[in-house]
């Protein structure tokens, strides 16, 4: 099924901005995207993991272990290559929705009844935490999961592992995944300490331009239309995005954040009053997430500006005497701190 070109996605240029450093380091954490109801909040994910290199796995594997990184792989696997009867496939980058009323033993996987019951063995029947290895894990509406779920989809999202014990079974399985979770902050508050946790959040609405609305609903129609075409048409674009990130990955380990740059962040975070350091920590992931796409070997102040916003708006605390937007709010710290000499 053909699946909506990323590079034909018309705005939304935070939103793309996030998930595609997302996708050069996974250890940014989550993205969180907040705003209206039909944004195109989910054909953005499911745009940039088709354009995404298929990923090289093991053939009967249900979570898709990498054959070249049998350390980080199941058991099964390593038994597999320890035998050397391994056989490895091209799988398509996994997204995976989470709906909403999933329960936990459908999330983190549980024992097969079914062959307790009819063969008496003790299995393990993977959830949708095994499916998302090495891809996306989408939840719409993030404000209306409960509080434990998103807890432990975070846990398992940075330690990139899911350990499950309980029924007896004792199963620990890779589960790397970029968490992708939209909101609407009209439906529902989230609470401070679940939106600290996701690496960057962004922020779409509806484009109030008329000319963005007409192109966003002509390329909606001739996608429609004519999928296939649409898609061809926009083949080269993709595959210019899908160079650049496959080139980033590689970069990414020599890219260097200078102590300057990290006072930068410092100044900012505290310009803004953000609690902790997951403000920094995130910012400093980003941008350089940002310079290896860039294809830069240092992390600069244009690299921290851009992805400021992303990283610290949804760390702001509540300021009762300022009404501005938090971006708004960022956008005046960065105006004071980067015209300061570092
Ligand atoms: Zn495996």
Redesign the pocket.
């Known amino acids: 099924m053909a699946v909506f070109p990323f590079s034909a996605i018309v705005g939304q240029d935070e939103m793309k901005l996030a998930i595609l450093t997302a996708a050069v380091e996974p250890r940014i954490g989550g993205v969180l995207v907040l705003g209206d109801r039909g944004t195109g909040k989910s054909t953005a994910v499911r745009a940039l993991a088709a354009l995404l290199p298929k990923v090289r796995a ?1 053939e009967s ?5 990498d054959p070249d990184a049998i350390a980080s ?2 058991e ?2 390593a038994s597999l290559k320890a035998n050397g009867t391994i056989k490895a496939v091209q799988k398509p980058v996994p997204v995976v929705d989470l709906p909403l009323g999933a329960t936990e033993d459908r999330v983190v996987g549980a024992l097969d009844l079914e062959r307790a019951l009819s063969q008496g063995v003790k299995a393990f029947e993977p959830g949708l935490l095994a499916r998302a290895n090495r891809g996306f894990l989408y939840i719409d509406e993030v404000n209306l999961l409960e509080d434990h779920l998103v807890d432990l989809l975070i846990d398992v999202a940075a330690s990139g592992e899911n350990l499950v014990e309980r029924e007896g079974l004792s199963v620990r ?2 589960a790397r995944f970029v968490l992708v979770g939209s909101g609407n902050p009209e439906e529902g508050e989230l609470r401070p300490q679940l939106l600290d946790r996701f690496g960057l959040a962004v922020d779409v609405s509806t484009p109030t331009d008329l000319k963005l609305r007409v192109e966003v609903v002509k390329r909606r129609d001739a996608f429609e239309r004519d999928p296939e075409g649409f898609c061809e048409t926009w083949r080269k674009e993709d595959e210019k995005i899908r160079r650049r990130i496959v080139a980033a990955r590689k970069r990414l380990p020599e890219v260097e954040v200078p102590d300057a740059a990290l006072a930068r962040a410092a100044q900012l975070c505290m310009a803004l009053g953000t609690d902790g350091l997951r403000g920094e920590l995130a910012l400093m992931r980003a941008a350089r997430a940002l310079a290896a796409y860039e294809g830069d070997t240092v992390v600069n102040d244009e690299h921290l500006r851009r992805m400021a916003a992303p990283s610290l708006r949804h760390r702001l605390r509540r300021n009762p005497l300022d009404d501005a937007g938090s971006g708004t709010r960022v956008e005046r710290a960065l105006g004071e701190v980067f015209t300061q000499a570092a």
């Open positions: 093991v594997c249900p979570y898709h272990c792989s199941c099964h696997c399985h890779p």
